[in-house]
Each structure stands twice: as structure tokens, then as C-alpha cells.
């Protein structure tokens, strides 16, 4: 989830990056690579892919910084941005283009796109049959719901602001938001 | 209010202001249907939330971190010359609409309100006028009117024609001056010694 940050320091951050200051980048990125890392895999299932799209999202962050007007909804405003990378990620898959700069530079390696992302090892053995079926029920959902629930999770948005993120009536968004949480459910009480 | 299932699912979802959601509340308490609706919806989301909870977050790899620090490192370069320019240009484009709008402003205050005075009546409308409008403009000038109005002999004048140095507003009161002195002489009086 969006980590708790002290809105203040945000600020400070965001106005460092502005005037082209290294350090205030590496401490905007140490805060929200985790949250927006976590986003982007789970929702791609292409980690290698995600990690492509991190470094793009903070390279549009850097080139979009003059457009960004102090509201305090900095993490909204830097997930709306991942949240069109993997829309374009995906308008591409679509028309089954190669995707990512990964892509380009290793192009013998055959890629399962929507694979469930692996659990880390540890947290494997310790609860790794709930977090495999968690991540395929997530896998299984429809695009636009996986970002609807995504969204609302590690970027701690409004609905009203993914609703506006996605360019969906709000009605439309958090219907199904309620759908996808209600399959979740069912998939998961489903035995095997 | 009848029943609504979008307002409930708004209400559920935390999405409703507070006026709007005593209104849903209140709805509900009355309508076992909706109570039971909302009791729902409200479990389906905290149900659903918390198992996205259990996901355990996810890192990059070092080599990723690396390359993308890299890379914003270079964006950063690329971009801190274009950003001093243009703050450069904004501040001077700053400076250059706050001192139009100074000199607009006085021009106004001076098209709009100042005409030469002729007589004592003019003179005492001029003073709760024109030096009251003048009081708007800045809270110098409205100091200095204040002095001019409780004495006109006082320094302020001095203190205003240097304030704004060849200003259209410093023209005015010599004017004013002149009109003072032509005044004084109708009525035989002799205007006290100043300097500017």
C-alpha cells in the first residue's frame, strides 16, 4: 500500500526534484518504488516487465513535473502515471506488439505475459499456497477490474480519482470494484 | 429519499460527503432492504481489501533499482539547465506584470479620480476622494494619504513624489501643489514654505 508520508517532506521532495536535485529523486524513489514495483507486476503478471515500466514511470514523472500542481495527492497523481503505462502497455499487447524496453534488449526471450508473480521465497514456504491462489485469482480478473482493485490498493486512491484515472463514470468503477472483490472471494473459498 | 443501490455502493466504498452519507444513513435505518444491502456491501469491500492485504509487497532487483536511478539521475541532468532558464524567465515575467499593473493602476487612479482642484469644495472632495481611493492602491499609499488629509502641509508629499519618483502620481501632487497655492492667493493666504 502507499506508504504514509509526512506531506510536508513530500512537498519538499517534489519541489527538490523540480530544480533538478539527485538526492530529493533518490528519496522520492526509495518511497514509492515498493508501492508502485508492487503495482505494476501485479498488474502486468510480467515482473521483469514491471521493472522496465518502474524506471519509465519515474522518467515521466521527471519530464511531467512542471504539469504537477501541489495538492498533496502527489501518489495519486504519480500512480495515474503507471496506471497509463500499463494502459499503453496493454493497448500494445492488444495489437500483440512486443512490449518494454526488456523487450528490445533480450528479444530470444519468450515472455508468459498474466503468469502469476512469484512470491518471494520466504513468504513462499510461510504462506505460499494463499498468496499463489491470491495472485492467480488476481491474474483471472478482467484488465480494467485488476487496475480498479490495484489502484485502490497500493495507491490508496479515491474511487472518484480512478474513475478519472481510467476515464469511467464512477458508478461504472466502483461496480466493478464491488465485482472484482466478490470474485476474489468466490475463487478463493473454491477448493483446489 | 428512495432506495438507491449506487448511493449505497458510494456509501460502502467511502465515496459519499458527510451531508450525503447521514442522508444514505438515515435511508438505511428506515429500510431493512437497504440495511441489509449496505451491511453487505460493506463487508464485501473489507473482506475483499484485507485479502489483497495478505499479498506480500514486491521489490525490484537491485540491478533494476540501479538502472532506473541511473537513468532518472540523467533525466535530472537534461532537465536543470531548461529549469533554471525558464524560472529565470518566470520571475522577470513576474516583475514585468507587477510593475504594469502598478502603473495601470495608478494611471487608473489617476484617469478615474483626479481632476484639478478649483475650489475649497473641490479641494475638500479631492481629500475624501481621490486620497481615499488612493488608500486602496497600497497600504503606503494609504498611509501617506492619511498625513496628507490630516495636514496637507506635512512631509508626506515629499515623502510620496520619492516613493514613486517621476510617476504619473508624483505629477499629481505638484498639482495639487500649484491648484493649493492659486487657492491660497484668491483667498489671500500664504501657503506655508516646502520643499520638494
Given at each position: 500500500?502507499?506508504?504514509?508520508?509526512?506531506?510536508?517532506?513530500?512537498?519538499?521532495?517534489?519541489?527538490?526534484?523540480?530544480?533538478?536535485?539527485?538526492?530529493?529523486?533518490?528519496?522520492?524513489?526509495?518511497?514509492?518504488?515498493?508501492?508502485?514495483y508492487s503495482f505494476?507486476?501485479?498488474?502486468?503478471?510480467?515482473?521483469?516487465?514491471?521493472?522496465?515500466?518502474?524506471?519509465d514511470v519515474f522518467l515521466r514523472m521527471i519530464d511531467n513535473l512542471d504539469r504537477y500542481e501541489e495538492s498533496g495527492r502527489f501518489e495519486a497523481w504519480l500512480f495515474r502515471i503507471a496506471a497509463n503505462l500499463v494502459r499503453d502497455?496493454?493497448?500494445?499487447?492488444?495489437?500483440?506488439?512486443?512490449?518494454?524496453?526488456?523487450a528490445e534488449s533480450d528479444p530470444d526471450e519468450t515472455r508468459?505475459?498474466?503468469?502469476?508473480?512469484?512470491?518471494?521465497?520466504?513468504?513462499?514456504?510461510?504462506?505460499?499456497?494463499?498468496?499463489?491462489?491470491?495472485?492467480t485469482c488476481l491474474q483471472r480478473l478482467d484488465e480494467e477490474d485488476r487496475q480498479v482493485l490495484l489502484l485502490r490498493h497500493y495507491g490508496d486512491m479515491s474511487f472518484r480519482d480512478i474513475a478519472s484515472t481510467l476515464g469511467r463514470p464512477m458508478g461504472t468503477v466502483l461496480a466493478r470494484s464491488h465485482r472484482a472483490l466478490l470474485k476474489i472471494r468466490e475463487m478463493m473459498e473454491r477448493p483446489g | 429519499m428512495t432506495c438507491d443501490r449506487d448511493q449505497l455502493l458510494l456509501l460502502a466504498a467511502g465515496e459519499l460527503d458527510a451531508a450525503d452519507a447521514r442522508r444514505v444513513e438515515r435511508h438505511a435505518a428506515q429500510c431493512p432492504?437497504?440495511?441489509?444491502?449496505?451491511?453487505?456491501?460493506?463487508?464485501?469491500?473489507?473482506?475483499?481489501f484485507a485479502a489483497l492485504d495478505r499479498l506480500p509487497p514486491l521489490e525490484p532487483s537491485g540491478a533494476a533499482v540501479d538502472r532506473a536511478l541511473a537513468a532518472g539521475r540523467q533525466a535530472l541532468a537534461r532537465r536543470r539547465p531548461v529549469l533554471l532558464v525558464t524560472l529565470h524567465v518566470r520571475r522577470w515575467a513576474l516583475l514585468a506584470a507587477a510593475a504594469l499593473?502598478?502603473?495601470l493602476g495608478i494611471d487608473l487612479a489617476r484617469g478615474l479620480h483626479y481632476t484639478r482642484p478649483r475650489s475649497g469644495a473641490q479641494l475638500d472632495q479631492l481629500w475624501s476622494g481621490p486620497a481615499g481611493e488612493l488608500a486602496d492602491t497600497s497600504n503606503r499609499a494609504a498611509d501617506l494619504a492619511e498625513s496628507v488629509a490630516a495636514?496637507?502641509?506635512?512631509?508626506?508629499?515629499?515623502?510620496?513624489?520619492?516613493?514613486?519618483?517621476?510617476?504619473?502620481?508624483?505629477?499629481q501632487l505638484l498639482d495639487l501643489d500649484e491648484s493649493l497655492d492659486l487657492l491660497q492667493q484668491e483667498n489671500g493666504g500664504a501657503k506655508e514654505p516646502h520643499s520638494y
Open positions: 500500500m502507499s506508504p504514509q508520508v509526512d506531506r510536508e517532506l513530500l512537498a519538499r521532495l517534489v519541489e527538490g526534484c523540480r530544480r533538478g536535485d539527485q538526492k530529493a529523486f533518490e528519496q522520492t524513489f526509495a518511497l514509492f518504488r515498493g508501492p508502485i505494476l507486476a501485479r498488474s502486468t503478471g510480467d515482473r521483469h516487465l514491471a521493472e522496465d515500466l518502474l524506471q502497455w496493454a493497448r500494445r499487447r492488444s495489437h500483440g506488439e512486443r512490449v518494454g524496453l526488456a508468459t505475459i498474466d503468469r502469476p508473480v512469484e512470491a518471494p521465497p520466504d513468504l513462499a514456504l510461510m504462506k505460499g499456497e494463499e498468496v499463489r491462489r491470491l495472485e | 432492504a437497504c440495511a441489509r444491502a449496505l451491511a453487505g456491501l460493506r463487508a464485501d469491500f473489507r473482506a475483499g499593473a502598478l502603473v495636514d496637507p502641509w506635512t512631509r508626506a508629499a515629499d515623502m510620496f513624489v520619492a516613493d514613486l519618483g517621476a510617476s504619473n502620481l508624483g505629477g
